[in-house]
Structure formats: structure tokens, C-alpha cells
């Protein structure tokens, strides 16, 4: 069932795509929700937009890090 729920997730990330939105499943901003503002599938990172305390906020993240 893991290699199954990789294999969809590693597929989906391939048509991530600027402006939509994306949460955070591990790491110390795990359950935040953020949108997509750039994405680098070399180097398998995405930065995602948070709004902290009224403030945006640019965070860069793994790409196995979001669903």
C-alpha cells in the first residue's frame, strides 16, 4: 500500500502548478496549507506562500513534504 500511495503522490507532484494550493505533511509546518508560487522539480522543491500573522511569508519545501 506505501510504494502504491508513493507512486500516486510522485505522479500528482509532476502537475503541480503555480497558483494552486498545497499542505504541508511533514516538518515543523505540518497541516499548513499554502499556494504554490514556484516550483524546481530538478532539484524536487516548491515554494509555497503562507500568511503568518497577516504577513506573507515564502517558505521553500520538499516536494515529498506536500500533498
Do not use: P
Request: with cysteine; aromatic share 10%.
Amino acid at each position: 500500500m506505501t510504494f502504491l500511495k508513493n507512486t500516486v503522490l510522485a505522479f500528482s507532484i509532476q502537475y503541480l502548478h503555480v497558483g494552486d494550493w498545497a499542505r504541508v505533511v511533514k516538518g515543523h509546518l505540518q497541516g499548513e496549507v499554502g499556494q504554490v508560487i514556484s516550483t524546481d522539480h530538478m532539484y524536487g522543491s516548491t515554494g509555497l506562500e503562507f500568511t503568518f500573522d497577516g504577513c506573507l511569508e515564502e517558505v521553500k519545501i520538499r516536494l515529498k513534504d506536500i500533498e
